[in-house]
Every structure is written in C-alpha cells, then in structure tokens.
C-alpha cells in the first residue's frame, strides 16, 4: 500500500551510506505523505548494507505503527515531531556525519563563509539549546524536536534545511526524502570548510547579506536562475 | 580443534584492516574461549592480506602456544593480562589508527563531547600513566597490561570497552572479537571529531552526566531500547 | 561543427570530477577556439555523471549561444571575462574544492610555502578584493571576472595559473582545458598543504625568492629541464 | 643486463603511487647495484600509471647514462650523492606527500612523540637547513644531496631512513627500493600522527628515550624480537 514511499524511503537511506555520511547504523532517513498523513522511517538498528523497502517502518503523525515488522528508528519521534511543526517538508535524515558533529559538539552554530553555503543555506546554521535534565529524562527523542521547532521560531525551514543539535549531531530535510540527503551531504562539506576557516583566519567574519541574497536567490525562489528551469521545460539534470 | 575460534579472530583480524584501521602489519585481534581457557591471536608481523585462520596462534592463559607455527603477535603478553584481569571480555584489539593515536601520544583522554561517544563509551575514554623505565625495560608487553589494568581501578571494563596507552596507542575490547572491532572503529571517530571539537572551541566540556545516561543506557544494560532487540524475538540486523 | 573544442571540454569536466574536486554540479570547465573565437562549457546544473559533448555548449566570446539545447554553467560571464582579457589562456576552471575554498573564505591568498607551489605557480596565489553591493547586485558573474582581471594588473595570467575569489572559491586556466584541469588539482593540493604549515608554524614565511625561480623556471620558461621535452624530440610522458 | 634492479625500481615507483604518496608525476623511486655501482631511476616527468621497466634510466655513480632512451629524474643527483656517501642503503625515495611537506614547508623536525614513529625512525625525523643562494643556483639537487648529508653528520642513516628537505619535501631511504617506499609510507602517517598531536597538546614532548629504546631495538637489531625472523628459519610474513 505504501510501497513507492518506502522504496523512495529506502533508497535515500542507502544514498546517505553512498555518500559516506554513515558508520555502522548511525543514522536514518524518513518521508512523508502529506495526503495519506504517513511517515516511512529506517527501522532501529538495522545496517545500511542489508537494507530492504519491506523493512521500512510506516507509522501515522501520532506515531502509530500501520506496517512494518520491526521497531521505527530510535528517532522517529523527533522526526514526527518535525513533520507536524515544519508543514512544507517531504523528508527528514539524521546523521552523526563527521564534521556537522563536531560543529554540535562544540554547541556552535556554523556561520555562513561563503557562497557555497549561501547556495542551500539562508544564513548561520542553528544549533539548539543544550537539553535540561527533565528534557532528556522523558520523551528526550521528542523533546529533541521540539528544541528544534523551538529555534526556529520566525525562521522558514525551508529557507534552512539544516540544525545542529547541541551535543549531538544533525538534522537535516527537503521537499522529499532525496532532498533531504543532498542537505546532509552539503551540510558536511560546509562544516569541513567552515573548521579550515576559522583555523586559518581566528576572527572570521560571515559574507555579506547582499552575496548571501545573490546566491540563495539565484538558486531558490522566484527569480532563479541556476540549472536549467526555464529551458524548454526541460528536467534539470 | 580450535578451529570456530580461530576464524573468528582471523575474520576479526581482516574486518579491521578493512575498516581502514591498520598500516601494513601494525596491530592484532585476539578471542577468548573462557571455557577451554585459551586465547587465538594473530601471528607477529605477518601482513593482513595474506592472514589464513591456520596462522592464528592459539596459547593458554599463561602464554604457552598450544597450537600454531609462528610467534603470537609481540603485543600478546598486554592481550593475556587484559583476559586475565577484566573477567567480562571476549576479544581485545590494539590498533595505531591514525586519530586514537594522535590523542594516546598527547596522553591525554578523550573527554565525552557527545552522543556519538556517549552511546558506546560511559565517560572519559582514560589514557594511562607514562610507564616508568623499569616497567619498559623488563617484561614491557605485560606492564603495558598492568597499566591498563591499574588505570581501571574502580571501572567496568564492560562500560568502557578501549583505553590510549600513553605515547603509543589504543587498545580496545568488547564481549568477542567482532564487539572488539567495532569498539575500535568507534573509538577511532570519537577521536578525529574530539580533535576537530577542540579545534572549534577551544575551552570545550563534556555532555552532562544526564544526556550520558540516557544515551548509554538507552543502548545498553537491561532498560535499552535501541535496535531491534525486543521485538518478537527477531535478531538485531 | 565544434565536435572537437566539444569534447574537449567534456572530458576534462569528467576528469575534475574523476580528481574528487566535484561534490554534485558544483564547478565547471570551459574551453575556447582562439581562432574561430568560440568558447565551450558545461550546462548549469547538470550532474557529472551524465555530461556527455553534445550537451557542451558553444558560444561567441559576447556570450551569444551558437550551438547547444541547454542553459549554459550560470558562471559564462566570469569565463567569458577571462577569455577576453588573458589572451594567452585556452582553458578555464571553477570548482568549489574543499581548500581552496576555504582559503577563499578566509580571503587570504596562499603564501609560498615550499617548492610544490614553485613548480606551478610564480609567487602567493591571490585573492580577489571583495565584491561591493553593485557588482553584486547587477552582473555579478561579470563582475566576478573583473574583480580578477583587477586583481592580475601587471601580472601574467600564465604564470599564475589560479585565483580565489574572496568569500567564494577558486577559479584556475592553462593553454587548454586539461591543463586548467591540472592547475586546479595542484591548487587544491597546494592550499591543504599551506593549511597544515600554518597549523604546525603560526609564524610561516615563504620561500625565498631563488627558491621559487629555481623550481618555476626549471619547469618553465625556455630554460626548463624538467621531463622529456629535451630528448631526441620525444613526448613528455 | 640491468633488468632486475629495473623492474624492482619500476615495482618500487608503482607502490609509492598505490600507496597514495603521488600527485601526478612529483615522486621517484631508485635503487642501487652496490656490485656493479650502477643506480637505476624512474625518468623525468613520466606519469606512474604509464611507467614500465623498459623507461627505467640506468646510471653509474657519477651520473653517466648506462641505459635509456629518457632523461632520468631531474632529482638524480641528489639521489645519486645519497648513494655516495650513505653506504648502507640500497634504495631512495623523493615524494611530495602531504603531511611530511608540511613538516618540511615549517621547516621543522618531526619529534618522536609515539612508539609508531619509534618502531621506524631512532629520535626526532631531522629537517635540513634553508639552501643558501650559491648551493640553489648551480647544482641544486647535488646541493640537496649535500644538504642531506650535512644534516646527517655523526648519525646512522639506517636508524633514520627519512629527512625533510626545508621548504621541500621528504626523502627517505632503506636497504633495498622497496624498503625505501616503506620509509615513505611510515613517514606519512608519523607526519599526520605529529600534526594532530601538538593540535592538541601545544607543549608537546617526546617519548623518553628508554621507550625509544624499546621500541626501535625491539624491531631492529640483534635482539630484535618482532616478526616471525627467529622461528624456524621462515620468512617474516
């Protein structure tokens, strides 16, 4: 009944291992359907390696499961959480990807230092609120979205496809699940490039908003002009 | 007559170099059988992709080969005394991977920054003291054991499965070879993104003891519930 | 009709790829027929793994497309720019690889640090001005390639092979695309080597200046002995 | 008549590439025929993938061609001054790789800060002084030799198989070309090890040298008990 959204599901969780962005079993990619209200997730635990459509995990927003023989990832209730705050999004990953981690780590967000960023992301890449006791105590995998949803109070997640959560690691998401990987693999390299940075220069300072306007805008919106859109209506490849 | 465990250390041995771990022959996975108190490890110097289970050295606990044409690795005496002293294991490893090194040659432990640590290691991961010049000069292999054992004092080997021998390099374990890999695979990314975390913000702390909890716990002992473990009876993929 | 200039560009944007300088359509290679005045590039957008030479794109060196369906890289105008005022060049380059650009985002050129930038580049690689609000806002591609051409008064293009535009990444040329292709895989490999020496040394300096002619001149210039070009007519393999 | 020493110099240059200590052509491996007191030399500029003994140039100790179509390596007669006056090595090698470049662009020796530098290299990786105008404008890569030998004044070349040439790049050595490539890799991976130690720790130390000791004689020797050498006459594999 799902099939297509668990295989779509599935084949982005294997794209997040292609892409180098996984060890072992860390990490997961969901989707959603708007429509039916269905969330295809990872299941807990299991390698990317040996990964199948059937083994997808479907559930409702409220976290029921209606297919599925295994347990949902550990996550999946700071993915529902995201699916229900940011309507726009398609599809949601996590990962514990090298460099974005070591961004969470040091519980700093990653300012934007140059027009590769600029070209998928808005400005500085968030980090959360370190967690309190009570937080993490109960329902942490939820209180782990909401702290999400929460720093992004009067931002556009679509205009930021990416959060570093403190201590921890990334989310990232799209318009559907293979959106949702590209942010993570940019996410990584914009992490890498931002550590050379400041290593290289201690008192950085981020590009301006006039470069940032240009590039995101140049690539989202309206008026893009990036790719090959408005072409004969032909696909961008 | 050794045969199950000697492929398994053999396997244990290749899965490591595979993991990108070792430098032509530097490093060397042993197994315990506990029953029959003997220990397999992998021949000294003998390169990794020419290693046959036949190779695999089999000793008792006192280090007399019972089985095995060539030398057991020279790093055998520091495997029997951690087999000796910490009950619970199954399998040892020692690596010079590039980034657990790095940290053993600063001699300094590897401070919990996240939760990709803190879902395999509970706390610090400890370095040992400086070994004194008699500990060196006479039965260094085996005082390299006792260091590690002494750091230990006070701690559940099981609870933090790898230790940075001061000036050299790790040693990992865990409850069969395989385990012991996996600990030193994990060990070797929690310590290139601690590196790239104090490089970022120089005055970093660790995770509070709550969000250590949680996320060893939720992996680990009787309350887990990460993975497949608790649905109908199914193997963890 | 530009079958050859045509592929050409094909393969060396396969080989930019092929070196690891390429994270998704990220970068582009353009060729120019000096004679017929036309200049070949990639498509924007279009990923690697599927660029094939009829989807190169020919155009006047005005920026008028002669031949080709699809968009050409968003990028021409910086291209176009160079091709008019480096007479001497035949290939161009732009990625964002991973060094380079974070040298571009620190805007700071590349000193000299040793004799591995000798070889191919005549001095510190340089870093444009950053751009102000008008040349951003309007043209900006252009302006992009006029913030370089401002930036080489005085300089001869073939001496140094590359640029970083500040806050965005490198741009590099040579006599055709292939050696545009190589001076942006020895710059990638420069700027990551200048990083570690900076790490190690807080107070770098470069290379003397006899230094530096001894290794640029004896690969270049009419007086060079490096490879087989003096041997009995022969290739230089 | 030289084909042996030919093809395991060609070997030899095919594994330093493999082993990914290669850019292009920057590199070369030789080896020597003490007996006959010819040297043979991959040629200049040749690419790796491409290389065959047939283009390996044969020469005696003073330079003179014996063999070969090509020119040798612009950087024989540093080899060949290596072979001069180290009396105990039977093979050279010249690399660019990454870390042990960045060393040499500081200017600075590799201190001994761990058994795996131990294990290969008996105290700090020693860098030579800065060239001076005269030694860089005629004879230069004699000078280097010179320089080299300089530097090794009153030390064991067979204990150091590697020196950094200031603002240059490594040289390493060993009693036969492929010994020489294992001094390279080994060089490499200390280089990086050394890096990421004093990124860590700013007021690093090295290892005493009762650890020192240790190590280096453990493997290296008469009474080195590493490896399989000493059990029934086999070969160490």
């Avoid at 297919?67 to 999946?76: A, F, K, Q, V, Y």
């Avoid at 550590?195 to 306007?213: A, E, M, R, V, Y």
Wanted: net charge positive; proline share 5%; charged share 25%.
């Amino acid at each position: 009944m799902y099939k297509k959204l668990k295989e779509a599901v599935c084949q982005a969780n294997i794209e997040l291992q292609r892409q180098r962005l996984i060890i072992y079993s860390w990490g997961n990619v969901s989707g959603i359907d708007r429509e039916k209200g269905i969330v295809a997730i990872k299941p807990s635990g299991v390698k990317y390696d040996e990964l199948t459509p059937k083994q997808i995990v479907v559930l409702d927003l409220d976290g029921k499961v209606l297919e599925g023989d295994m347990n949902p990832s550990s996550d999946t209730p700071t993915h529902l959480e995201l699916y229900r705050k940011f309507k726009s999004i398609g599809g949601v990953t996590h990962t514990h990807s090298t460099y974005a981690t070591i961004w969470a780590q040091a519980c700093m967000g990653i300012p934007c230092f140059g027009t590769t960023a600029a070209d998928y992301f808005y400005g500085e890449i968030p980090v959360t609120d370190v967690m309190d006791e009570k937080a993490i105590k109960k329902d942490y995998e939820l209180n782990t979205g909401k702290a999400i949803v929460k720093r992004f109070k009067g931002m556009d997640p679509m205009q930021m496809p990416a959060v570093l959560v403190a201590n921890h690691g990334p989310f990232t998401w799209g318009k559907d699940p293979d959106s949702a990987v590209e942010s993570a693999v940019v996410l990584e390299q914009v992490a890498m490039m931002a550590l050379g940075t400041i290593t290289i220069n201690p008192n950085p300072f981020p590009i301006s908003d006039i470069l940032l306007d240009k590039h995101y805008l140049r690539k989202h919106g309206k008026n893009a002009y990036y790719g090959q859109k408005k072409v004969k209506g032909k696909k961008n490849g």
